[in-house]
């Protein structure tokens, strides 16, 4: 039964620690800091845990750094004419780029300038001469290098007849047109037709003995202005042979005459010849 007028304290009946073990009445006080000590004790854990689940998803949420660019990925650059160190003043200008100074290929690419902007019009691979290239300046004879440097465009030739649209003086080579090689003739380094007499067959070329590399060709003003005997001679921008040159820069025969359709007298148009790198560096000229 139960008695009256008597009051039970909460903590002398029934109170339990906070793992649920029975609190004498006599240690209700101690009891109760214990509940709370474990309560607030219990709220940290969470805490922690609440915690350390944001830092983890944060990690989640942080953007990835990206992947360097694998080697050899097209790098955005200002078009090449404008890394050059002169065009010729022109309007119209043609690059024959080879990675090394050793290289026996590489790729020709023509520009044309409007309003100020160069834009490419087109490229084409290329072959160079089977001794690599060198300094123009500085070349020998027979090295079968291709010289380097910035030069004009005097002329074209063929056996063929120039492709529609050619605007540059063509010349169509027959049995007797030549290029004079000889180092002691008056016309080093010029077309003759015939062949004069003080300049060797032998160290010349007839051009009608090439039927594929001088099907259309465009000559390059290299050692030609004031020609320096010994330096080199026939220059040219023709159509592929079997293989790299002896000097000259090659293409397909479809590229030259895209570009003999394209190049314009009146843009004053130049080919520059040089490397990717080094002291032949495209870019220096």
């Excluded at 009256?4 to 101690?30: E, F, I, K, S």
């Excluded at 709370?36 to 609440?50: D, K, N, P, Q, Y």
Aim: aromatic share 8%; with cysteine; hydrophobic share 40%.
């Amino acid at each position: 039964m139960t008695r009256t007028g008597t009051t039970t304290h909460p903590a002398a009946a029934g109170t339990t620690t906070a793992d649920g073990r029975p609190v004498r009445a006599a240690g209700a006080a101690a009891a109760a800091r214990a509940v709370v000590r474990g309560r607030t004790a219990a709220r940290g854990r969470a805490a922690a845990l609440v915690s350390a689940a944001a830092v983890a998803l944060l990690a989640l949420a942080a953007p990835v750094p990206a992947a360097p660019a694998p080697a050899g990925a097209p790098v955005h650059r200002l078009p090449l004419p404008l890394r050059m160190a002169d065009t010729g003043g022109g309007d119209q200008l043609i690059t024959a780029l080879a990675p090394t100074a050793d290289a026996t290929t590489g790729t020709v690419r023509w520009w044309q300038r409007r309003n100020g902007r160069w834009r490419q019009v087109g490229w084409a691979p290329a072959r160079f001469g089977s001794g690599g290239l060198t300094e123009g300046g500085t070349r020998v004879q027979g090295t079968s290098t291709t010289p380097t440097g910035l030069y004009d465009l005097p002329f074209a030739f063929g056996i063929l007849p120039p492709p529609a649209g050619t605007a540059v003086p063509y010349r169509r080579v027959g049995a007797d047109s030549w290029w004079c090689e000889d180092n002691a003739a008056a016309s080093y380094n010029r077309w003759v037709a015939p062949l004069p007499p003080d300049c060797a067959p032998g160290e010349s070329e007839r051009l009608a003995d090439y039927p594929a590399q001088y099907a259309r060709a465009l000559v390059i003003g290299f050692n030609y202005h004031r020609p320096v005997h010994g330096r080199g001679a026939g220059i040219f921008l023709h159509v592929n042979g079997k293989g790299a040159t002896a000097g000259c820069v090659s293409v397909p025969a479809a590229a030259v005459a895209r570009i003999l359709s394209w190049v314009r007298p009146s843009a004053h148009p130049h080919i520059a010849i040089g490397t990717a790198h080094g002291p032949t560096a495209l870019t220096r000229y």
